[in-house]
Nanobody, 120 residues
């Protein structure tokens, strides 16, 4: 079992930036991903990064968000730029051993989430 703790959420205006962090309790995690869930909507994959640095992004964040990981610190980051109100959601990080996908059922350890609110 891996314990994950997200941080870095907050409230920003449209066009602003935030950097989310997710600290893992141990190393050697194959895949780390970021998901989000807005009220009344299903959880959706945002981005994922493999231990070798490979990445995958949802189409709606390409060019705006960047995922990265620091394997020495067991931390994954999500740099979010050009934020829009539609990005408002609770953001979660999660771990997977099944491949670089953005489907929630592929992930088996989840953090508690950090809230991101973007105002127009």
């Amino acid at each position: 079992q891996v314990h994950l703790v997200e941080s870095g959420g907050g409230s920003v205006q449209s066009g602003g930036s935030l950097r989310l962090s997710c600290a893992a309790s141990r190393s050697t995690i194959a895949i780390l991903g970021w998901f989000r869930q807005a009220p009344g909507k299903e959880r959706e994959g945002v981005a994922a990064v493999a231990s070798n640095g490979g990445t995958r992004y949802a189409d709606f964040v390409k060019g705006r968000f960047t995922i990265s990981r620091d394997n020495a610190k067991n931390v994954v980051y999500l740099q979010m730029n050009s934020l829009i109100p539609e990005d408002t959601a609770m953001y979660y990080c999660a771990t997977s051993s099944y491949g670089l996908g953005l489907v929630a059922r592929m992930y088996n350890n989840w953090g508690q989430g950090t809230q991101v609110t973007v105002s127009s």
